[in-house]
């Protein structure tokens, strides 16, 4: 024993012994965990206890009917009790069962979509149930729930949950009243402060919405809000799906390869995986043995006029077979083998056995596998007995032109040279092995023949090789060996990713969709302009995400300070944790100021009248931890964010770019307005002539569209006249206060004694379009166009 190990045993005396050590050691329960470590799940504060309390109960609310087919209505209330606050939360779901409801609300990690690759908002069982222990441990008093299904009557429930076991304890359990028809109601008091109230406003505003089908009422001691819906559309139902070959790792991989019941890593990847087929599965296959065995060189067979070296070899590795059946054995696999540009030691192999197979029937004579083996390795001994040539016109394709003959020759030679001392005579290897070939004849080239082949050299004529090789048809390994062995798997895996496959299916996912992100944002933010993008599906992990995103600019939004960002994930606001969230990483990285946004030093948060959506919808949203604040730095997803933000910004700066150039038009044409009278007055006066029509005029030096009505006895018209150099389309509406009659060409609408007239004429450049109607007598009239910017109109009328 050393000097050191020695001492290892001294200092003792007073310790446990392991054994009194494991006499201490017990399993704790999941409940038991979290109840010291309540921070993990975002109750590690009163005041955002108190958000996060509200915010797994209404994601509760909202999953409940949403899956149910009922379009939400969500009512939440925040008491101040003194010396606590009480919370209540009611949904017009399709209630609990009374089985259930012990389990939903006081069993941490139990529910039923964990394992689901679907969208969901909530997915580990933990939510609802955290905030039933928060509650209990800091109030003392239980969770009091009432559920109404459909077909049952209501029932009210006391519970507890026990942390040793993580099981709920019924205090009361009894027929209850309740005047809805059906829905779910969860009463908690519990230790809060309202110090977080911007955050639990916000988290009410954003929910609203990003779920623009619910309608939200919200009470707490100080205000009260009311958000209604803005559509009348549920989201889309989703569908669970497998996981995607693009995504999944290697001890997941492992896993499934354990757990599959198929044989075949054909019948594996299109029974255990999304988007693959049995196209796609041969493809991953393919790219498995390139992986697995590695590639044949191809050679080129031997010239025509050389085509006796092949014939007569063949002949001689034939024994015991008629003089007749072995000339034209040995006949018709060169004719054969001379038919290809390229042939690899397999396509020699599947030549000799077609055409033993045909001579064998012609001739009534065995070609057993002896002779073809025998004649494989005759014919591909004669295809590879020179290979310089070969190695020297993919070397040359390979390499710039200012390597010189002698130096692609040296490397070509050397090259050659590996391929022949290669134990495989097959000359089938992997590409690290090709690459290994590569340079170690560029390194032998370099120091005799005073050459240089850098990185991109030798990569290329690596490709160039590779790409020229053809994939083994030997059988892939079978599921249960792939399973046993990591290396093998790991090669499946590298086969996967590589290997094109289409996008995963998007019915697992229910993304807002563009039109209804700008309903959301329209309805809650008095803006002057709105913009939205979603995005492809796209992979991380084996789990499909889309990417939405959105954004307001202008009206009401406040001037000053930074752009507001609102971040999603699977229709659920992020309101802590900011600073730890890839989406505001993404916002900080992109130059706003390419898209019209002011952003101090060209990086970090833009300023402006401007709030910034972004939704990450997901079958599994990869969050920083169990509270679910924040969307962790997912190069995949950060790309898409940023993409999504983009799309959206492009809009926004082609509007900031025309509202500057209306802005320009404006200033020019109030310019012209103040000076145009007073030249027309002049001109009147010198000429003696009528005044000048300034207003048309005015149209016709802007390139304006220039509106005109006259009335001639019953006759009305109202001249659209196109001076721009497009084609324009509008809504012209005129009011009048004499009934116009029916018109075939406008629409008439009455109302308290007023006529509407509505046309939507489209006028080439130059040309004018007249809108006619008759009236009875004197009338008063007033007309608005819609579609036509006011920067490019003028109204004579």
Known sequence: MTSFQSQLGEGGGGGATAEELAEGQRSISIAEFFEK??????????????????????????DATEEAGILPDVYVEVEDRG????????????????????????????????????????????????????????????????????????????????????????DVDEAASWERPHGTRIELEMEANMRARQQLHDYIKYTAVVNPHARIEFHEPAESFKFERATDELPPETEEIRPHPHGVELGTLLKMLEATDSYSISGFLQGEFTRVGAKTADGVCDNLRDRHFGREMAWRPPATHEEADVEPAVRGAVANKSSEATADFARRI??????????????????????????????????????????????????????????????????????????????????AEKFESQDDSRNRLTRERLREFVDRAADATEEYDDATFGETARENVTDAFWERARTVPDEVPKVSAVADDRDAAARLL???????????????????????????LRKEYEADFYAAATRDAEVHGGDPFVVEAGIAYGGELPEDGQVEVLRFANRVPLVYQRGACSTVDVVKNINWRNYGLDQPGGSGMPNGPAVLMVHVASTNVPFTSES??????????????????????????????????????????????????????????????????VEDSLARIMNNVLVERTVNGSTVELSVHNFDDTNVSGEVTEMVTADPGDHDDATVVEMDGEWFLKWTPEVSPGETATLTYEIDGDAEFDVSVEGIEAEKLTVNA
């Open 628 to 693: 679910k604040d924040a969307v962790a730095n997912i190069p995949d997803i950060e790309d898409e964010i940023e993409l999504a933000l983009r799309e959206a910004a492009r809009e926004l700066k082609s509007y900031l770019n025309k509202r500057r150039s209306l802005e320009k038009r404006r200033r020019k044409q109030n310019v012209i307005a103040d000076i145009l009278p007073e030249m027309a007055e002049k001109l009147s006066e010198v000429t003696g002539r009528e005044p000048l029509a």
């Open 334 to 415: 060169t004719d054969r083998i001379a038919d290809n540009d390229r042939v690899a030691h397999a396509t020699v192999a599947e030549i000799v056995d077609d055409v033993a197979g045909e001579v064998a029937e012609e001739y009534d004579e065995t070609f057993g596998t002896t002779v073809r083996e025998k004649a494989v390795d005759a014919a591909w001994g004669e295809v590879t007995d020179e290979r310089a040539a070969d190695c020297y016109e993919l070397v040359d394709e390979a390499t710039t032109t200012r390597k010189d003959d002698a130096v692609v020759e040296g490397l070509s030679t050397r090259l």
């Open 37 to 62: 470590n309540k921070q993990m799940l975002g109750f590690d504060s009163d005041a955002k206890a108190l958000v996060t309390a509200v915010k797994e109960a209404v994601d509760n609310a909202l």
């Open 83 to 170: 010396d606590y606050y009480r919370l209540v939360v009611e949904d017009n779901g399709p209630g609990i069962t009374k089985e259930q409801v012990p389990k939903v609300f006081g069993k941490l990690l139990y529910g039923s979509r964990f394992h689901k690759r679907e969208q969901n908002r909530g997915q580990q069982g933990i939510g609802i149930s955290a905030a039933v222990l928060y509650s209990q441990l800091t109030s003392g008093k239980p969770a009091k729930i009432t559920s109404k299904t459909e077909n049952g009557g209501a029932r009210y429930f006391e519970l507890t949950i026990d942390t040793d076991t993580n099981e709920p304890e019924i």
């Open 494 to 520: 590298e086969a996967m990713r590589e290997t094109d496959i289409l996008s995963p299916p998007t019915d697992c996912l229910a993304p807002i969709s563009e039109e209804l992100v700008d309903a959301g």
